[in-house]
């Protein structure tokens, strides 16, 4: 046809139906059609829905209804439609006008939910909730219908301890994220909670009898088509062991099912599993049951290749029946989309909670917040999944046919494309291929297979024992292994583990192509021999968990990044051999190497700690710990590529421990307080009446990886008052407590190791005095008792976590009043000399090694140094005393008050820059922090030269001297 008699066609067909509508109504009816261009949204209706027109030719009265309620100027609400259909079923008492009634009441509501959508007036997704929601109304309503039905002639179900049991129907598929189309199936899986029988019945019979005359019941009210249709097609093949296994299942045989059965499809299938029906609080609890099968635990990257196997099988039915016209199923469709939303959500659902949504659209805008994809590309992907909804509900709503086909006749292309608002089939039918394009080369990169390195097949040959000792080794040193010998035992011996020999076969070709890519990545490293060697123990931990070996074998970045790193440090292996989970860090290396801004940190925090809930304390401890160790790690990498300095390494670190510390104060406070309510004279709104101080590399914000945390707690209540709480107790107790719990909590053993190692020897009178001191007990010690070494130790000390501002603002004065007291230069210069002395016995160095921390010309002199010019100085410059007290700022700061020359000041800096990078990098090897005795000589010598300008001693220089 061409295009005029086309258009010709549809209007004779449109005005025809308008014909025969305008002529059932009544006369004073048809005044309902005139207003506010209704007869043209009549008409547009008409045009592209037929299946509209045959409901308004059968039931005229529908439509006149709506006009005259103004129902169809406003969106379908969840609470009208329950009310409206119970209301309708209150008086029926036989199946037949139970269908009847169903059947009128869907129809009504598809007219008005069409009339919207065709007219525009409502969003897709508007008419994608409210198709939703009628159907879940539906499928409730029936099923209360039926329930009342049943325990008149059984009784009413109960289980074993005699709980009343109702049936649970959970939505899968587009009822279950909310999507449903115009023609929708409704996949559903019917269940119960626990087995038992009927009571009070004439005929009682057990649960699962009673339940599954229920399932079949329903199913036969929706789906049966009598001359008024149907309501829905009911599909249940998604339930355990499909149309082969029963009907309706109890919560614990769904369980046992999905933990010992079930298949990947089947997880992709409930991640849309929602309860639309019947007991929705059990059906909540049933799917938190069932979270641990589909969200996994770890990052779960075997997703991918069960998605290749499906997008094959999904290709190959394409070419065998010609589904290239399939908007739904064909390549670059709807499908497609659901599936790139879906594998992110069962690959990181389990770690991230915000991820286990139904709603896809939804699920699209925490991918982009999450950045698990970019902005630009979830956009899009949203834009696009609305397009061909739209799209789909058209080609249904024109007959009320289950179709995702695109017209290929040319009338139904124009009516379509006129229907989209587009003004010919041409443009519609090219954004239409430039939208499958995208989705197709997005899902494409998402699943295609990483790969194989072009050099790979010796390492093949080496790896599965193809080729002989001597040619292995031969291989091996070519390869650039200094050690080849050693390197080819070592693979030998994994080899030949007792690990791979009693492995699947699956997991067997798993590890194969895992050995052959680490093979060559240690190869590409410039120490193969030390990659190959700090790789292993990480290898050996995950060997039995191949999910780990699936996302590196799909991510070959993360596997290039993980080597390289162990091959530099011997603490990152170390660290994730114990804690394979971090593996998840190197899947994003723009992550890895830019940590977060240190600002971010407790935002990122809480957010981590939000996916808890109301996890146990247990569980919160070992999030922390995991983000300790995440974050050490990403600042650790970092610095040791050069994207950050060893002083930003060090505030970095130092932050990590400040929002960790926040965070288990939050646990130990909320603990003791529902224990024992508010210390006494204290209130809720009132700020917490303590303060947390960090001492040493914490304080002075120079924590390093393997740093322990000084910390001293004070408080400012009166010790003799008491609790607020059924169990009181004495306020020093209570803060004793609280106090105990903090530190019970950081150095917790947790599956991830402990927090930190804690320090408390530098509170007020150190191990034999209280664990936690009041304020004023704390100012009098200060004042009157306090050594010389805790006036040093008070130069760093800080306020690193509570929030009583008042007590803050004490502490500070009376750190300034102590350290600005009026020092003699001889005495102090013979203390600190003194102190130094007994410091040797600490000294590690021997004829070949030079302790780099207590040896003469090492950290301890600088240190003293700094902390003798601050307690001589402080009296006349007060600025000394304040925020930041690092030994680098210190330094700086002598030098702009000319309290030290510069040239001094620099000599020190640089030294003690240098001595702690090397200590640093010694600590990524787990190595003493000592050097070569030959190493280091001038600025030793620095040091020495100063120690002795400022303190009036006579250490001797090293050979050879300062020129």
Request: contains cysteine.
């Amino acid at each position: 046809m061409q295009n005029k008699q086309i258009l010709k066609h549809i209007k004779t067909q449109r005005d025809l139906f308008l014909k025969q509508f305008i002529s059932q109504i009544d006369t004073g009816d048809i005044c309902h059609l005139s207003g506010k261009g209704t007869f043209a949204k009549l008409t547009r209706l008409f045009s592209i829905s037929n299946y509209a027109a045959h409901i308004c030719l059968r039931w005229p009265f529908m439509l006149i209804d709506h006009l005259k309620q103004g129902l169809l100027d406003i969106p379908v609400a969840e609470n009208q439609l329950h009310n409206d259909l119970a209301t309708t079923l209150e008086s029926v008492n036989d199946k037949t006008t139970l269908m009847y009634k169903l059947r009128l009441f869907r129809h009504s509501n598809m007219l008005r939910i069409l009339w919207r959508d065709a007219n525009n007036i409502a969003d897709i997704e508007e008419t994608m909730k409210a198709l939703s929601l009628l159907a879940e109304c539906c499928i409730d309503k029936t099923l209360d219908w039926l329930y009342q039905h049943l325990t008149k002639k059984f009784g009413f179900p109960v289980s074993k301890n005699n709980i009343q049991q109702k049936m649970v129907v959970l939505g899968m598929g587009k009822l279950g994220g909310h999507e449903l189309n115009f023609s929708s199936d409704v996949d559903l899986i019917f269940c119960y909670p626990q087995t038992g029988k009927t009571q009070g019945g004439p005929a009682e019979t057990d649960n699962h009898h009673f339940f599954n005359q229920a399932g079949q019941s329903l199913i036969k009210i929706l789906n049966d088509v009598t001359k008024d249709g149907f309501v829905y097609r009911v599909d249940t093949r998604l339930r355990p062991y499909g149309n082969s296994g029963i009907l309706v299942w109890s919560f614990d045989a769904m369980e046992q099912y999905y933990q010992s059965q079930g298949r990947d499809w089947e997880r992709y299938a409930l991640v849309k599993a929602r309860p639309v029906a019947g007991d929705i609080s059990q059906g909540i609890q049933l799917l938190d049951r069932l979270k641990p099968f589909i969200y996994r635990r770890y990052l779960d990257f075997s997703t991918i290749e069960s998605l290749r196997n499906i997008k094959t099988l999904m290709r190959q039915k394409e070419l065998k029946k010609g589904m290239h016209n399939d908007i739904k199923r064909g390549s670059g469709g709807i499908r497609e989309i659901e599936f790139i939303a879906q594998s992110f959500q069962l690959i990181y659902g389990g770690k991230n909670k915000q991820l286990q949504k139904s709603s896809l659209l939804v699920t699209l805008h925490k991918l982009a917040q999450y950045k698990f994809l970019p902005q630009n590309d979830t956009d899009k992907l949203r834009k696009i999944y609305l397009f061909f909804r739209r799209i789909e509900h058209l080609i249904q709503a024109k007959d009320d046919q289950q179709t995702h086909l695109l017209p290929t006749d040319e009338w139904r292309q124009i009516i379509l494309a006129s229907g989209m608002n587009y003004p010919d089939k041409e443009q519609l039918i090219d954004t239409i291929n430039e939208y499958r394009f995208f989705v197709k080369k997005l899902f494409g990169s998402l699943i295609q297979t990483a790969d194989q390195d072009a050099n790979s097949e010796e390492w093949i040959l080496l790896w599965e024992n193809k080729m002989s000792g001597s040619e292995a080794i031969a291989l091996l040193t070519d390869k650039g292994f200094k050690q080849a010998e050693v390197a080819f035992e070592k693979i030998s011996l994994l080899r030949n583990s007792k690990i791979l020999k009693n492995v699947s076969r699956k997991s067997l070709e798993r590890i194969n192509r895992f050995m052959i890519k680490l093979l060559h990545e240690c190869h590409q490293q410039s120490s193969p021999d030390q990659a190959l060697q700090q790789s292993l123990p990480v290898v050996e931990k995950i060997l039995r968990r191949t999910a780990y070996l699936v996302l590196l074998i799909e991510r070959p970045p993360a596997l290039q990044h993980l080597v390289k790193l162990c091959s530099e440090s011997l603490w990152i292996t170390q660290k994730i051999a114990r804690n394979p989970v971090l593996i998840d860090e190197f899947l994003n290396p723009g992550d890895l190497y830019n940590p977060l801004p240190v600002d971010s940190l407790q935002e990122e925090l809480s957010k981590q700690l939000a996916h808890l809930g109301t996890a146990k304390i247990e569980e919160k401890l070992a999030s922390l710990c995991y983000f300790k160790i995440a974050h050490l790690l990403k600042c650790t990498v970092a610095q040791t590529n050069g994207y950050m300095t060893l002083t930003q390494t060090n505030h970095y670190m130092t932050s990590i421990a400040e929002v960790i510390i926040r965070e288990v104060i939050n646990i130990s406070w909320d603990l003791l307080v529902s224990r024992h309510g508010w210390p006494g004279k204290c209130k809720p709104q009132d700020d917490q009446p303590f303060i947390v101080l960090g001492y040493g590399k914490l304080g002075s914000m120079e924590i390093g990886p393997a740093s322990d945390l000084d910390l001293v707690f004070i408080h400012n209540t009166d010790i003799q008052d008491n609790s607020s709480g059924a169990v009181s107790i004495d306020n020093q107790t209570f803060f004793y407590r609280f106090a105990q719990k903090m530190i019970g909590c950081l150095f917790m053993q947790t599956p991830l190791g402990k927090l930190y190692e804690i320090d408390v020897r530098l509170r007020p009178s150190g191990n034999a005095g209280l664990l936690v001191s009041s304020f004023k007990a704390f100012t009098s010690y200060q004042k009157k008792e306090a050594w010389l070494w805790e006036c040093q130790a008070l130069i760093k000390a800080r306020v690193i976590a509570g929030k009583n501002e008042q007590l803050k603002t004490a502490f500070e004065k009376l750190r300034c009043d102590v350290l600005q007291q009026k020092r003699d230069t001889v005495p102090l210069q013979e203390a600190f000399k003194k102190m130094r002395n007994k410091m040797k016995v600490l000294d590690k160095s021997t004829k070949q090694i030079f302790d780099m921390k207590y040896a003469n010309g090492g950290i301890i002199n600088i240190e003293f140094i700094v902390q003798y010019l601050t307690l001589m100085h402080a009296n006349k410059h007060p600025s000394l005393v304040e925020q930041p007290t690092d030994n680098i700022s210190m330094l700086k700061k002598f030098t702009q008050k000319k309290l030290l020359d510069k040239k001094y000041s620099d000599f020190l800096q640089s030294g003690y820059l240098v001595f702690m990078q090397v200590c640093h990098n010694r600590a990524r090897q787990y190595q003493d922090n000592v050097a070569g005795q030959n190493l280091f000589i001038k600025e030793r010598n620095y040091v020495i030269s100063t120690w002795n300008y400022l303190l009036n001693d006579d250490l001797p220089l090293l050979t050879p001297s300062l020129p």
